[in-house]
């Protein structure tokens, strides 16, 4: 098993930045691959960006790879999110994943998921 725990979410104004963090404990030997999702209130969940747990090799999202950057944490498998020029439209909860496939856009490929946390981009 994987614990997976978010941490940076808050609120922020328009044109603002964040930096969310995920600290993943348990089986690492495991993991592959770990990756942010958000769901914005009242829509699907979307996938962001994708980092592989060793070689940090990234694929991000075309749409948001301009203000949204996955990056390797301090400790191990740990994984940041940097969050730049943020939007009212990037109020969502914001979830970590991480799975033993190689990264991808599929929320099914991640077998594990932190509880999310709550952005909010006021106007």
């Known amino acids: 098993q994987v614990q997976l725990v978010e941490s940076g979410g808050g609120l922020v104004q328009a044109g603002g930045s964040l930096r969310l963090s995920c600290a993943a404990s348990?089986?690492?030997?495991?993991?592959?691959?770990m990756a942010w999702f958000r769901r914005p209130p009242g829509k699907e969940q979307e996938f962001i960006a994708t980092?592989?747990?060793?070689?940090?090799?990234?694929w991000s999202r075309d749409s948001m790879k301009d203000r949204f950057a996955i990056a390797k944490g301090k400790t191990n498998h740990a994984v940041e999110l940097q969050m730049n020029d943020l939007k009212p439209e990037d109020t969502a909860v914001y979830f970590c994943?991480?799975?033993?496939?190689?990264?991808?856009?599929?929320?099914?490929?991640?077998?594990?998921w932190g509880q999310g946390t709550q952005v909010t981009v006021s106007s």
């Open positions: 994943a991480a799975g033993f496939y190689p990264g991808s856009e599929l929320a099914e490929r991640y077998s594990w």
């Open positions: 980092i592989n747990a060793n070689s940090g090799a990234v």
């Open positions: 348990g089986q690492l030997d495991s993991v592959y691959a």
